[in-house]
């Protein structure tokens, strides 16, 4: 069976998803496109043999030739087609922030949870990359002990100059909110927001790099080094301090070379380049799953606490002190069998 799957919002990383079910993955075709600028739409539509293109996202939604819907427009627009998708009981892969608000993620979990499925998949894709669930691995196997801290760093290479402080978090952040609460399967409790020394790259008021500290409920620490003006490249850092021993993302997916007294390796230029085989993998999972009648991974619970954590950290950021994360209770949907 091919699933046939609509795409909303056909911008940079609607284009890449597009392009794998296309022509990396198997298993599903886009059956249709649109987006707010509909040049664009019918633009990449003219790749893509038989897609329909819709005028709005509610009308793909609506689609009866539209089993699935991909959400890959801009974020204030998610909670929308998400609860669209929702009414129509199609599946939704839904690309980060589920939702930009708290309110409005509490609306997206009240929903799902009133239909009584899971119908939601939030697109963090981290969790589907191969060194992660390695780190993962080591660190749920115990043959290093109990995690005790987590240091991670974050590293853009640059951003556009709209990029705000705030977005250092919801934007970026948001990924290493996301696997702290995966690695460690547990909640954030709090968040402090430190200002180091500012980048000279970064212009006036804008705080660049940042200090993330979360603490676990458990007690575990994460610290996270956000930074957007990196320059040498998009790097990704991670380790986890356990009793018994530590477990570290690679330094390189690529080979080192030794030479001349010296070694190198290719420090990835974007996101694209790091994850791509990451999200390959979310996709071949989310399409198996749906294909069989079901969702996986990030829920939309996993979205909801990601942006409540997101706006405990601009708080911080801006109120200097530590914040409490402050979550609903767990609905039974969500509760891991
Ligand atoms: P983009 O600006 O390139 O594309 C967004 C598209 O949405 C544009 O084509 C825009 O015209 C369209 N759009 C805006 N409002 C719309 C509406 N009401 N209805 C339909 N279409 C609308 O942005 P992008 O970089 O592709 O990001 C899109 C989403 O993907 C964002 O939520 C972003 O956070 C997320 N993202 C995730 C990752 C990741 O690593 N998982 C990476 C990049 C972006
Ligand atoms: C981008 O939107 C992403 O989600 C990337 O994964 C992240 O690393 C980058 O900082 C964001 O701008």
Redesign the pocket.
């Known amino acids: 069976m091919t699933l046939n799957v609509g795409v ?8 890449d998803h597009i392009r794998r079910i296309t022509h990396v993955l198997s298993g599903a075709r886009v059956a249709a496109v ?4 509909l040049d ?1 739409a019918r633009t990449v539509a003219d790749d893509l043999p038989g897609a329909v293109v819709h005028e ?2 509610q009308a793909l939604i609506a689609d009866a030739g539209v089993d699935a819907v991909i959400v ?4 204030p ?2 909670e ?2 998400v609860l669209a998708g929702i009414a129509a009981g199609k599946q939704v892969f839904c ?3 589920l939702a930009t608000t708290r309110e409005a993620c509490e609306r997206i979990v009240d929903a799902e949870v009133a239909a009584g499925r899971r119908l939601v998949m939030v ?3 981290r969790r589907y990359d191969a060194q992660y669930g390695a780190m993962k691995a080591a660190v749920t196997g115990g043959a290093i002990g109990l995690p005790l801290l987590m240091h991670a760093a974050h590293r853009n290479p640059s951003v556009p100059d709209h990029y705000t402080s705030d977005m250092i978090i919801n ?1 970026s952040t948001v ?1 290493d909110i996301d696997v702290a609460r995966w690695m460690f399967d547990d909640e954030i409790a709090a968040i402090t927001v430190l200002k180091p020394r500012r980048s000279t790259k970064a212009r006036e008021g804008f705080n660049d790099p940042l200090f993330v500290l979360m603490e676990m409920a458990s007690g575990v620490l994460v610290d996270v080094e956000a930074s957007v003006n990196a320059g040498f490249g998009y790097d990704i850092r991670g380790e986890v301090v356990c009793e018994d021993g530590t477990v570290e993302l690679s330094e390189s997916a690529g080979a080192i070379i030794k030479s001349a007294a010296q070694f190198a390796g290719r420090v990835p230029q974007s ?1 694209p380049e790091r ?1 791509a085989p990451a ?1 390959d993998t979310e996709f071949r999972a989310w399409i198996a799953a749906v294909t069989a009648g079901g969702t996986t991974g990030p829920s939309a619970w996993d979205g909801y606490a990601a942006t409540v954590a997101c706006d405990t950290a601009a708080a911080a950021l801006h109120s200097g002190q530590r914040e409490p994360v402050v979550l609903r209770e767990r609905p039974d949907l969500y509760k891991e069998a």
């Open positions: 909303i919002g056909t911008g940079m990383i609607g284009q649109t987006d707010v600028d664009r709005t996202g890959t427009s801009w974020g627009t998610h929308e087609y690309e980060k922030p697109g963090f894709m934007d990924h996101w994850f999200f």
